[in-house]
């Protein structure tokens, strides 16, 4: 590590703490005795999103955040608790150090994270991403909702409705 103040690369470590999926370093120059502050950050496979049509796009977080937003508008599901979900989708595909990831992958995990969280939701998010092009496709998502498995899970994952 070059210090920022004489370019002398002895530096030391002085404390190091772990931050946001980052790690803080506060270093001290042996040369010129000025202490600075580093950040390091562990770098993750760039996550290619195959589509329907087998075509490939990088994953945008935001575009995933924005369909589930559009799921739960007008329902008392906390925006903090979608963000941990996009992150907790992140960080599973980062952590099996997965690049290629279906999108169909990503729309069922997102469903059956919604199942949990709120079942209105659920079934909106389904309407969409599964294209219901009638009432049976409907009735076949609200099926899907058993409320004794739902109350069981969210007993287990200590998930408010």
Known sequence: M????????NTRVMDSR???EKIRRRRECLGCGKR????????????????????YEPFDRHKLVTGIFN???????TSSLIL??????ESQYAQ?????????????????RLKLIDPV???????????FTDV???????????EEDLRQRRAERKIRP
């Open 18 to 20: 772990s931050t946001d």
């Open 36 to 55: 600075f502050t580093t950040y390091e950050a562990v770098e993750r496979p760039m996550l290619m999103v195959q589509k329907k049509d087998g075509s």
């Open 121 to 131: 939701a659920y079934v909106r998010f389904a309407s969409v991403y599964q294209d």
């Open 2 to 9: 070059y210090c920022p103040f004489c370019g002398n690369i």
């Open 96 to 112: 099996e150090m997965r690049s290629v990831v279906t999108s169909s992958e990503i729309g069922n995990a997102v469903m059956e």
């Open 136 to 146: 049976a496709g409907f009735l076949a998502a609200i099926g899907a909702l058993d």
């Open 71 to 77: 799921a739960i508008k007008k329902r008392p599901v």
């Open 84 to 89: 941990k979900l996009v992150s907790e989708l």
